[in-house]
């Protein structure tokens, strides 16, 4: 993959992880605290913490073509590199303080990467699918 390529991926995760975020959040202050309101210092958090999330994407990135193997590896270590980190950028911010913040926490960063990672695979399969009906019709006029 391109640099340029994996740079429009990452924007795109970011956009992803934001929009996430906002909306579990949304949905769960709605839930558990009606009348608590967004502030512009939140959004600001969240847009630092959406792209530490997208920016970690690095670990996945390889200008060469690598084996599913290896691929699996790279997202198992991102995916604890990212929890490490957002964890770590948490208890800075003072968002985690307790040990049960910081389950809850980790749960709510592996939601959004199983989001991420479904929402890249659906993206994938269906290029996947362009390229293979190319293909097809490439093959047809020989």
Do not use: C
Not at 33 to 47: G, Q, T, V
Not at 95 to 122: K, M, P
């Amino acid at each position: 993959m391109r640099l340029s390529e994996f740079v429009k991926s990452m924007i795109k995760d970011f956009l992803i992880i934001f929009a996430s975020i906002i909306i579990i959040i949304t949905f769960l202050r709605q839930i558990f605290y009606p009348d608590l309101a967004f502030d512009l210092k939140s959004i600001y958090i969240l847009m630092v913490f959406s792209l530490v999330g997208a920016l970690t994407g690095f670990i996945l990135y390889s200008p060469n073509d690598i084996s599913e193997k290896n691929m699996r590896v790279r997202i198992i270590i991102h995916f604890f590199a990212l929890e490490i980190i957002l964890i770590s950028l948490g208890s800075v911010v003072g968002i985690v303080t307790t040990a049960l913040s910081v389950i809850i926490f980790a749960l709510e960063i592996a939601v959004i990467y199983v989001i991420v990672r479904l929402l890249s695979w659906q993206n994938d399969k269906k290029e996947a699918h362009q390229i293979n009906e190319k293909l097809k019709e490439f093959n047809k006029d020989i």
